[in-house]
């Protein structure tokens, strides 16, 4: 029997095409995606304002894709970390981080990452494939079902290069952000990259006011070449101008994420590159403590470094910031997501 497609494989405008093929009003689009998402129905026979015809004939080529929580963690501060498999048995880890009023989701992109980060341990644990844009929204549903409150925030920080699985990331925004998708204010949805220049480029010429961020590290080449390999051909200088370009042609400004290690890249020397990189740049600067991953050797930077580094930068008139540590007792914290089933206890709960 013939294995049928999950129509998570389709983002807004795939849908689009579906419901032509099949000869069904283009109002159909939006009740099709609304029953996928906002209400997160998985028999398109429950789908009761479509037509029996239309329904037959989407259930004859499609499925509904599942996203099925393995293993469920709870930090002290509140952050919820999940491993999330779906159909085919891959998995990766999401993260729900409730502050206040706000519920932000740190979703994946990608299963495993081909960038190969020294920090991180995504990287380490390499590529398995890339994710579709249902499989992305899946995981913010998920989160906001076990939180039982609607996701204000989602920021593709989790596993993989988004920028690498461009077109999959930018439906699964569009779908995030539509009012009859999940209803996610497009600023408030934040894209991560290693700083793939052509998806810099890219994003700056998309409609919606969709947030970048660009994963620094250092602001010289020898020592970002060896924490982040797979952008070591990309230069600095590139780099720095095609911030300026989104700059200029968004008016929004992109977040610098900026891992503080000690020893590599929290000298005054890498400091001072910083400060030269960032001076005169639309930008915010996002200074994160490196956090312990296993079989790697690196530690983070004292707090008096990270606060000298956020002062130096902000009395030159460079908008930083030192990010608050959140879920590290459950390796949900920044680098530390991998697809990783640790052993269950208390704070192991299966939902």
């Not at 989701?105 to 390499?126: L, N």
């Not at 540590?325 to 206890?345: K, M």
């Amino acid at each position: 029997m013939e294995q049928l497609t999950d129509i998570g494989a389709l983002d807004r405008e795939g849908i689009a095409g579906l419901v032509a093929e099949l000869g069904q009003a283009t109002y159909r689009t939006r009740q099709l995606v609304r029953w996928l998402y906002a209400r997160g129905v998985v028999r398109f026979e429950d789908m009761s304002d479509l037509s029996a015809e239309f329904r037959t004939a989407l259930a004859e080529r499609y499925v509904v894709g599942t996203a099925e929580t393995v293993v469920r963690q709870e930090s002290a501060d509140g952050t919820r970390k999940y491993l999330v498999r779906f159909a085919d048995g891959v998995s990766v880890e999401t993260v729900g981080l409730p502050e206040g009023e706000r519920l932000t989701v740190c979703f994946s992109t990608q299963a495993g990452c081909a960038m190969g980060c020294s920090f991180c341990a995504t990287g380490r644990a390499g590529f398995v494939r890339d994710l579709s844009p249902g499989e992305m929204v899946r995981q913010i549903m998920l989160v906001a079902r076990d939180f039982g409150r609607r996701v204000t925030n989602a920021v593709a920080m989790g596993q993989g290069e988004p920028f690498a699985n461009y077109d999959a990331v930018l439906g699964a925004l569009r779908l995030m952000n539509a009012d009859d998708g999940l209803g996610i204010g497009a600023r408030h949805l934040t894209v991560s990259t290693c700083g793939l220049l052509p998806g810099i480029r890219r994003f700056a010429t998309e409609p919606e006011q969709f947030t970048l961020a660009v994963s620094l590290h250092s602001a010289v080449a020898v020592t970002r070449g060896a924490l982040m390999p797979g952008v070591r051909s990309v230069s600095l200088t590139a780099l720095r101008q095609a911030i300026i370009g989104y700059a200029d042609a968004t008016g929004r400004r992109p977040t610098l994420e900026y891992a503080l290690i000690e020893g590599v890249n929290d000298s005054p020397a890498e400091l001072e590159a910083l400060v030269a990189f960032a001076r005169g740049l639309l930008v915010h600067v996002n200074l994160i403590p490196v956090n312990a991953i296993e079989g790697v050797d690196l530690k983070r930077s004292a707090a008096t470094r990270a606060r000298a580094f956020a002062d130096t930068l902000s009395a030159v008139g460079i908008e930083a910031s030192i990010r608050t540590e959140r879920g590290a007792d459950i390796d949900a914290a920044c680098g530390q997501l991998r697809q990783h089933e640790v052993g269950r206890g208390i704070s192991d709960r299966a939902l």
